[in-house]
C-alpha cells in the first residue's frame, strides 16, 4: 500500500513530496530531502480509518513499533500517527527538564535535550517581536498517554468519535517522542485551544517556526489528511 505524504507549502517554502509504503522499513519520513516541510500530512486516507478522517485503522493495519528498531532509527523524524505507534516501553533516552532551560515555568515538563538549543532561539526571536512564549507540555509518556485520552473520553460523554479527534490515543501521541511540544503565549495566559488557534502568537509561530525545524503537525484544514482536528500549538522538531 502506498502512502503519499506530501509537505504542505507555507511561508514560501518550496514543497516536495515523499512517497512511503506501509512496510515499517520505509516507514520513516527522510527529511534529509525535505528540509522545508511546514507540517506533515497524509495525502491519502488509506492508513488512517477508512471511514472517518478522525477514525483509527482496525488493529491489525496498526503498527507497533519495537524498542530495537526504534534504537536502530532515528526517532526524530519516527511517524506517530493513528497507523504508526510506539510501545509502552519506550522512553527518549536524553530527556531533560524544560524549566531548566528558561522554556517553561512548570518544573515537571520534560523535553528531548536535543530540541532545547532551537526552542531557546525560538523563543527569544518571539520575544523580540512581542511573543511570550512558554512549553505547555513536552514529553508524555505512554501512561500519560492513558490518563490523558481517559480525561477527554470522560470530558466528551465517552464519545469516542469526538475524543479521537482532539487527543491520542496511548502509544500513538508524538509527545511520547520527546521533540514534540504545545507552545502557548502569556498573551492568551497559556491556554491551549481556540484562544491560541486564533493567537498573534499562532501567527508567528506559523511564519517562523520552521526556522527553528519546528513544523506543525496538525494544520488547519488538513483534518483529513492528519487524522486530528487543528492544533495551533502543536509542534514537532525535526531537527536540521
Ligand atoms: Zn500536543
Sequence with gaps: MLIKIASEISAGLVASAIVLTSSP????IDFNTTPAVAGVQIESDQLLGANNWWSYPVDDDIY??????IQERNEISLTVNKSF??????????????????LSDDPE?????????????LFKA??????????????????????????WLNYNANDVDAADKISARPGHSE?????????????????????????????WLKDNAYRYNFYLSYPQGQEVKTGYSFEGWHWRWYGE
Design 25 to 28: 522499513d520505509q516507514a520513516i
Design 64 to 69: 507497533t513499533y519495537s524498542l530495537s528498531e
Design 85 to 102: 505507534q510506539l510501545p509502552q516501553d519506550y522512553i527518549p533516552a536524553n530527556l531533560v527538564f524544560a524549566a531548566n532551560f528558561g
Design 109 to 121: 515538563i520534560q523535553i528531548r535535550e536535543e530540541i532545547t538549543e532551537d526552542l531557546s532561539e
Design 126 to 151: 518571539a520575544k523580540v517581536d512581542g511573543h511570550d512564549l512558554t512549553i505547555v507540555s513536552g514529553y508524555r509518556s505512554y501512561e500519560t498517554q492513558i490518563s490523558t485520552y481517559a480525561y
Design 175 to 203: 509527545h511520547q517522542l520527546g521533540s514534540t511540544v504545545d507552545i502557548s503565549s502569556k498573551a492568551v495566559q497559556n491556554q491551549l485551544g481556540a484562544s491560541f488557534n486564533y493567537s498573534e502568537a499562532y501567527l
